[in-house]
């Protein structure tokens, strides 16, 4: 089946650094990948949908210039989260579509901002 | 604003009983539904999906029932077992890939 890789799993940063998180898909070509977050115990949140070759669309309320989102290829959607603060700390997910309605989700980013 | 529900937080059931996980959702619109188990620490896992052109679908030990009329979505799972303890979550798609989580609800399954 369609698989979905997501680097890195965890990671801690200080804050005001930034922090890369990578969603691969393994085995198809995703033309729209979408970034989650997900706060403990509360639903996944869009954050925004990224569209290769094209500027991400970004849900209301998420800054564009704090969460970076790069889909420079059909394999790779990045998302940078720029100068990090605690308050950012949460578990980042991202999904894939290779067309039509069903997504394959990543395995998840738990960023811990100190 | 447009939502999708869930009724229950938390869901305790037996080992070897049924289960049922409910949510509502607002939009009349909406298409296509899925459902999601996420473990913790992981990302959500597709269970059973269903389209509004049907009200029953059915998998391995899960069905899925869609009631259009009052806008209401169950999870069944029959013979719960350990490893089906974590979050439940439904989901909407809507005429996009976008999709639209529910609130969730976590299944406990105890001995």
């Known amino acids: 089946g369609a698989v979905v890789s997501q680097h890195p799993s965890r990671v801690i940063c200080k804050s005001g650094t930034s922090v890369k998180i990578e969603c691969r898909s393994l085995?198809?070509?995703?033309?729209?990948m979408f970034w989650y977050r997900q706060f403990p115990k509360q639903s996944l949140m869009l954050m925004a949908t990224?569209?290769?070759?094209?500027?991400?669309?970004?849900e209301q309320g998420v800054e564009k210039d704090k969460f970076l989102i790069n889909h420079a290829s059909l394999t790779l959607s990045t998302l940078t989260v720029t100068s990090a603060h605690p308050e950012d700390s949460s578990f980042y997910i991202c999904s894939a579509s290779r067309g039509g309605e069903k997504l394959f989700f990543g395995s998840g980013t738990q960023l811990s901002v100190l | 604003g447009e939502s999708v529900g869930l009724h229950l937080p938390t869901l305790s059931v037996q080992e070897g009983d049924n289960s049922i996980i409910n949510c509502a959702y607002s939009?009349?619109?909406?298409?296509?539904f899925i459902w999601y188990k996420q473990e913790s620490g992981k990302g959500p896992q597709f269970i059973i999906d269903i389209r509004s052109n049907m009200d029953k679908r059915q998998g391995q030990r899960v069905t899925v029932l869609l009631n259009k009329t009052v806008k209401h979505l169950s999870l069944q799972i029959a013979a719960t077992q350990p490893g089906d303890s974590a979050v439940y979550f439904c989901?909407?798609?809507?005429?996009?890939?976008?999709?639209?989580f529910g609130t969730g609800t976590r299944l406990q399954v105890f001995p």
């Open positions: 085995d198809f070509q995703a033309t729209t």
């Open positions: 989901a909407e798609i809507r005429n996009t890939d976008k999709l639209i």
């Open positions: 939009n009349s619109a909406s298409d296509y």
């Open positions: 990224s569209n290769e070759g094209s500027k991400a669309t970004y």
